[in-house]
């Protein structure tokens, strides 16, 4: 094999090496694929980052978890700030935790997961959205009814 041809064929085995490395990272991955569990960490069970779903609902801000106050629901470790908070989340999980698992609800109306920036957050109708930006989560709101529809029809669909 010429020495060109090997140079190539490296650089290409890398470039998919680092395209595939970031995805797994970054958490992106199409719906099809199957694994619709709660969004964590490659090396870590920790559900949304480590954040206090609750928080999102009663402070209406981002509130990094505490691991004293942690409680092990689907399969993940859900963080919270305070006792109340996590007894809040024991009393009605449905009610507290993201939709979409945490995942990026402008992913999910494109067909992806993808992890989701804590500060990056919207509250609808008693329902909490995360996403991997603001730039993201205005282009999503653009749209809302649609693309509300969407994630529900790909989520359920996958």
Do not use: H
């Amino acid at each position: 094999m010429k020495k060109r041809t090997k140079i190539i064929l490296v650089l290409f085995v890398v470039i998919i090496t680092l395209v595939f490395t970031v995805a797994k990272v970054k958490r992106i991955s199409p719906l099809s694929w199957g694994d619709k569990g709660v969004n964590k960490p490659m090396f870590s069970n920790q559900a949304i980052n480590g954040y206090d779903a609750v928080t999102y609902f009663i402070e209406n801000k981002a509130v990094l978890g505490n691991e004293t106050y942690s409680y092990n629901w689907k399969n993940a470790d859900w963080n919270f700030s305070s006792e109340e908070n996590k007894n809040l989340f024991i009393g009605n999980p449905g009610k507290y935790a993201p939709q979409y698992g945490g995942y990026c609800a402008f992913a999910v109306s494109k067909g992806f997961t993808a992890n989701t920036n804590p500060n990056s957050f919207e509250v609808i109708d008693g329902k909490l959205y995360l996403f991997d930006g603001e730039g993201v989560k205005a282009d999503w709101k653009e749209n809302l009814k649609e693309n509300l529809q969407k994630c529900e029809t790909n989520w359920k669909k996958y």
